[in-house]
């Protein structure tokens, strides 16, 4: 591998390793200037109490100290007690609730991927009118939030015509998963479908194309040739697709009622517990932030001279 490249791929890690220690740091201090406290109730506990409580979990110290005791747990792979479930840790809840998240977003991304390219790929071949359904579907797509999706979905497949149930997961039960990642796919499904069009249209308006027909190869050889091309701004947008999934995944698993991080994350900053809301956003930014680079690293594989201008 050149040595520019390596620098390059240093030089993300490095500026990923920094943005994470930033997401983190913020958050930390976020949730401890939100007004509340994790030991507050409508019925006041007695001030000797609270004083020990606060004591116990390290929140008398001051506001450096906790971050710094915080950052040290976390290089040791702890993310603290839960203030809320007292019988777990965050690692015990998030070893749990992870794998549900991961399936769900896994499953709407490669749904998104596979219908929005589909649409993508029609509609930079069939003019103006498939320019026109997939710029119809897309507006649907994006105008249209989860929060309404979700519920419309629930009404049409689960009580209207109950095909499908409307809340609730069971492991290998795909009938509960089927509305969940159908709401979370929508918006991903029409901005892959925009992205996928320009970028064949651009792509079959390339003067190597016009040099394919000419020799005369295959109708598919082409069209595969130009999909690749194409695809790029698409691959570019998956790290933002990742971060969209997990993050709008909090309201889908509330609606749905599937037990995922975003219902811990919900309950966690409902309830003001400190180290469950950081875990959640810990895991979910590390798993953003390492998603967009090993996306730049596929961008840097399948066109070298993004590599070779850094």
């Known amino acids: 591998m050149p040595a520019r490249a390596l620098n390059s791929i240093l030089a993300r890690l490095i500026g990923s390793a920094a943005a994470f220690l930033v997401v983190v740091a913020l958050s930390f201090l976020l ?47 702890d993310f603290g007690p ?19 998240s991961l399936r769900l977003g896994a499953q709407a991304l490669a749904l998104a991927l596979l219908i929005g ?6 509609g930079a071949l069939r003019g103006r009118v498939g320019a026109f359904c ?30 499908l149930p409307v809340g609730g997961w069971e492991d290998g039960a795909w009938r509960n ?11 991903q ?26 020799f005369g190869l295959p109708r598919l050889h082409i069209l595969a040739r130009a999909a690749r091309a194409g695809a790029l701004p698409t691959l570019s947008y998956l790290g933002l697709a990742a971060a969209s999934l997990l993050t709008g995944s909090v309201a889908v698993e509330t609606i749905f009622g599937v037990p995922g991080m975003g219902r811990y994350f919900v309950e966690g900053a409902l309830g003001r517990d400190y ?5 959640t956003v810990v895991v979910v930014a590390a798993m953003v932030i390492a998603f967009n680079l090993l996306v730049d690293l596929a961008y840097m594989r399948l066109d070298p001279r993004i590599g070779a201008a850094r």
């Not at 509340?36 to 116990?56: C, I, K, M, T, Y």
């Not at 979905?153 to 209207?160: A, S, V």
């Open 117 to 122: 390219g589909a649409l993508g790929v029609a």
């Open 31 to 77: 949730m401890r200037l939100a007004p509340g406290g994790p030991f507050d109730s409508e019925r006041p506990l007695d001030p000797h109490v609270a004083q020990n409580l606060r004591r116990v979990y390290k929140l008398d110290l001051p506001l450096p100290e906790q971050f710094w005791l915080y950052l040290k747990s976390l290089a040791r792979g």
């Open 82 to 100: 839960s203030l809320h479930w007292r019988d777990f840790s965050v690692g015990e809840l998030l070893a749990h609730a992870l794998p549900i």
């Open 134 to 163: 997939v710029a119809a579907v897309a507006l649907a797509g994006v105008a249209l939030p989860a929060f309404v999706v979700g519920p419309l979905l629930q009404l049409g497949f689960g009580l209207r015509l109950r095909w």
């Open 275 to 279: 180290p469950l809301v950081m875990g």
């Open 189 to 214: 499904i029409a901005i892959v479908a925009r992205l996928m069009q320009a970028g064949m249209r651009d792509a079959l308006a390339e003067p190597y194309v016009r040099t394919l027909r000419a």
């Open 177 to 187: 998963q089927v509305l969940p990642t159908l709401t979370l796919a929508l918006p």
